[in-house]
C-alpha cells in the first residue's frame, strides 16, 4: 500500500485490465506466440479512404482542427443517408447522431450519462468482456443474462422479464455477438425489444459485426429498423472492423433527442469531440461505396472455415458451436483444467499459443475459450498444430 493506493478511487482500484488486453500483452512476451486473442483485423485501411483523408490534409485548412462535439456535420449528413439506407429509418443529424472515438467511447459516454450507484444493465453472458468492465466503473451492477449454450448460444426471452428491476435502464444487445458468434433472429429481437418497450427501459445495440454475416446474411436483424422503438433503441455502429480503422477511434450513435442532449454534456466534458482527422477518414468511407467489404467477408468466411476444420480435428480438447457471423469461435475446453484462465496460461507458455479466457466474458464463459479468427492463415495453422502436438497425449 503506498499513498497511491489510498487516491485512487475504489472502483478503479478494484478494476483490471480487460483479460483479452492481458493475454494479447503476455502473449507479446513469448518469442513467436501464435495469437488468436485480440479482434484486430489483420486488413490495411482500405487505398480510398487513406487517399481521402491526405487530400484533405493537404487541401482542407480546418483539417487539425476540433469539431463541433458531436462531430462534423457532413459526417452526420452521411451517418443519416447510411443509416436510413440500412434500416429504412429517417434520424436527424443534428438530433439522433453523434460521433465518437469508437464505440468504447461512445459506450462509455452513454452509460456514463445513464448510471446511478446500483443501477443495473442486463448483459448476455457470456457478453463482451469490456461492457462488464465499463458498468463496473461508473458503480452500475452487470446484471447476466445466461445465454442457451444447448442452442448455439441463443437468447432465453423466459428469463428476461424476471431480471428486470426498478433499477433496470438498459439490455445491451451485440449481434453477431462477441464472443459467440452468434446472430440472434428477428423473432428474438423483437421479443426484446418489446419487453423493454413494457418496462421502458433501452435496448443498446453495440454493432461492430454486422458487416460481418457470411452465409447468414438472411438472418442478420437490425432492431433499430423498426419505428416503434425508436425511442427505447441505441445504435452504436464502430468503422473499427468493417472498414479496418480500429486505430483510427470512429464510430456512430444513433439515440432518442433527448438522450443525445444528455449525453452532449458528458462527450464534452471528456472529449471535446472525436479527432477530426478521424472524421474526414470517416468521411472518406462514407460518401464512396464500400468497395472493400465484400473482399473483407471472403477471406473471413475462409478462415471460419479453416478454424472449423481445424475445431473439428480434435474434439478432445475443444467443442464447439459453428460461428454464424463475426469472427470469434467460443469453443468449450474438453481436458482437464483448473478454470479458462489457467488453461489459457498454460496454453501460451507450454505450447505457445494464446487465446482468451472465456470467464472474461461473464460467468456462462468459465470452461471455454474465445478465438479470434480475424488473423492470417497461418497463424491460425501455426496455433492448431501446436495445439494439436501439444495434447496428442490425450487424443
Ligand atoms: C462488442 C464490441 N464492442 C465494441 C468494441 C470496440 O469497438 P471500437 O473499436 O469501436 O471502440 C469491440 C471490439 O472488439 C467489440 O467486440
Known sequence: MTFITDIV????????????????????????????????????????????????????????????????????????????????????????????????QGLNTLFHTMLDPGDEIILTDPCFASHIQQIDLFSGKPVYWPLNEADNWSLDLE???????????????????????????????????EIALAHNILVIIDDPYSDFVYDNAGKYFNLASVEKFSDHVVYLYSFSKAYAMSGWRLSYTIMPAELKREAMKVHDATMI??????????????????????MFARVLQQRRELICQRLEN????????????????????????????????????????????????????????RMAYCVDDDTINLAFDRIEQYFSRLG
Request: charged residues 20%; glycine residues 8%; aromatic residues 6%.
Open 9 to 104: 478511487s475504489t472502483n478503479v482500484h478494484h478494476a483490471s485490465v480487460s483479460a483479452i488486453k492481458e493475454m494479447a500483452m503476455l502473449s507479446a512476451k513469448v518469442k513467436g506466440a501464435a495469437s488468436l486473442t485480440w479482434g484486430l483485423p489483420s486488413f490495411r485501411t482500405p487505398d480510398y479512404i487513406r487517399a481521402g483523408v491526405i487530400a484533405s490534409l493537404d487541401n482542407d485548412i480546418d483539417a487539425g482542427k476540433y469539431t463541433l462535439p458531436d462531430g462534423l456535420p457532413e459526417l452526420r449528413r452521411l451517418v443519416v443517408e447510411k443509416h436510413k439506407q440500412e434500416t429504412g429509418i429517417e434520424i436527424d443529424a443534428d438530433e439522433n447522431v453523434m460521433i465518437n472515438a469508437g464505440n468504447m
Open 159 to 193: 428469463r428476461l422479464p424476471q431480471l428486470i428491476t426498478d433499477k433496470t435502464q438498459a439490455i445491451v444487445i451485440v449481434s453477431p455477438s462477441n464472443p459467440t458468434g452468434k446472430i440472434f433472429t428477428e423473432e428474438e429481437l423483437m421479443r426484446v425489444g
Open 273 to 294: 469531440c472525436a479527432p477530426r482527422i478521424s472524421q474526414l477518414a470517416g468521411i472518406a468511407a462514407l460518401s464512396q461505396p464500400a468497395v472493400h467489404k465484400p
Open 314 to 369: 480434435i474434439p478432445h480438447v475443444f467443442a464447439s458451436h459453428r460461428p454464424e457471423g463475426a469472427y470469434y469461435v467460443f469453443p468449450k475446453i474438453m481436458v482437464e483444467h483448473a478454470n479458462a484462465r489457467a488453461f489459457a496460461i498454460d496454453l501460451l507458455n507450454h505450447a505457445g499459443v494464446a487465446v482468451t479466457p472465456g470467464s472474461a466474458f461473464g460467468p456462462s464463459g468459465e470452461g471455454h475459450v
